[in-house]
C-alpha cells in the first residue's frame, strides 16, 4: 500500500521559515520523481516544486522560486519542501505527490493528505 505523509506545516510570520517532510512507503520511493503542489483556500491546485529520481534536476514556478527548495533523502524515503521569506499569499495545504516517472512527467498518481501552512502576523 503506497502512503505518502507530510508533517511540518503551522503557523508562521510572514519573512519566516518552515520545513515540511513527506515520509513515503509502500513504493519505491527512489525510482520515481516526486513534486509538491498547494491548495489556497478557497482556490485550485497550484504546483510548487518538483524533483527528479536521483535529486540532481528541480524546478520551481517563478511564484516560489529562489524561496522554496525541494530535495529528497532517498535512504531515508523522505521528502522536503524547504520554505523561506515566506508570505501571506503561501498560506495552503501542501501536498506531497508521487510521479509515475523517475523524471518529472507531471503526472501525479499518488497524493497525500497535506499539511496546512498558515503565514499570518
Known amino acids: 500500500q503506497v502512503q505518502l505523509v507530510e508533517s511540518g506545516g503551522g503557523l508562521v510570520q510572514p519573512g519566516g521559515s518552515l520545513r515540511l517532510s513527506c515520509a513515503a512507503s509502500?513504493?519505491?520511493?527512489?525510482?520515481?520523481?516526486m513534486s509538491w503542489v498547494r491548495q489556497a483556500p478557497g482556490k485550485g491546485l497550484e504546483w510548487v516544486s518538483a524533483i527528479n529520481s536521483g535529486g540532481t534536476s528541480t524546478t520551481y514556478p517563478d511564484s516560489v522560486k529562489g524561496r522554496f527548495t525541494i530535495s529528497r533523502d532517498n535512504a531515508k524515503n523522505t521528502l522536503y519542501l524547504q520554505m523561506n521569506s515566506l508570505k501571506p499569499e503561501d498560506t495552503a495545504v501542501y501536498y506531497c505527490?508521487?510521479?509515475?516517472?523517475?523524471?518529472?512527467?507531471?503526472?501525479?498518481?499518488?497524493w497525500g493528505q497535506g499539511t496546512l501552512v498558515t503565514v499570518s502576523s
Open positions: 509502500g513504493l519505491t520511493f527512489s525510482s520515481y520523481a
Open positions: 505527490a508521487h510521479d509515475s516517472w523517475g523524471y518529472i512527467s507531471g503526472y501525479l498518481d499518488v
